[in-house]
């Protein structure tokens, strides 16, 4: 299994690093006609994909106390802790600016 996932780590990196090369320095493939007739969806497009959007951060935001939740049954004994390692159990607990640092820190 950790062969399996180091393998599964490398292609991820090598695929997101040819993603990102491909996507921001290597030269452009396509016609200059193409390019310069290129646009912005309308709003036809634009507002199912705001729908959309907004719909699934506020349902995972609603749910996920029936994924991630403290005592939730959605896992039930797939996720083992020793009691030594209890720290993930104390995380739930953190007061909530704690929990919101990485946000902050991230803008």
């Given at each position: 299994?950790y062969?399996?996932?180091?393998?599964a780590?490398?292609f991820t990196?090598?695929?997101?690093?040819?993603?990102?090369?491909?996507?921001?320095?290597?030269?452009?493939?396509?016609?200059k006609?193409?390019?310069?007739?290129?646009?912005?969806?309308?709003?036809?497009?634009?507002?199912?994909?705001?729908?959309?959007?907004?719909?699934?951060?506020?349902?995972?935001?609603?749910?996920?106390d029936?994924?991630?939740?403290?005592?939730?049954?959605?896992?039930?004994?797939?996720?083992?802790?020793?009691?030594?390692?209890l720290?993930?159990?104390?995380?739930?607990?953190?007061?909530?600016?704690?929990?919101?640092?990485?946000?902050?820190?991230?803008?």
């Open positions: 299994a062969w399996l996932g180091s393998f780590a490398f990196a090598f695929y997101s690093f040819r993603l990102i090369y491909l996507t921001f320095y290597a030269k452009n493939n396509s016609y006609k193409i390019i310069e007739n290129s646009h912005e969806g309308d709003i036809v497009m634009s507002f199912p994909l705001v729908l959309l959007a907004f719909g699934s951060i506020f349902i995972g935001y609603l749910m996920k029936l994924i991630i939740g403290v005592g939730t049954l959605f896992w039930n004994n797939t996720l083992f802790y020793l009691p030594v390692n720290n993930i159990l104390q995380a739930e607990f953190l007061p909530t600016f704690i929990k919101l640092i990485p946000i902050f820190l991230s803008l």
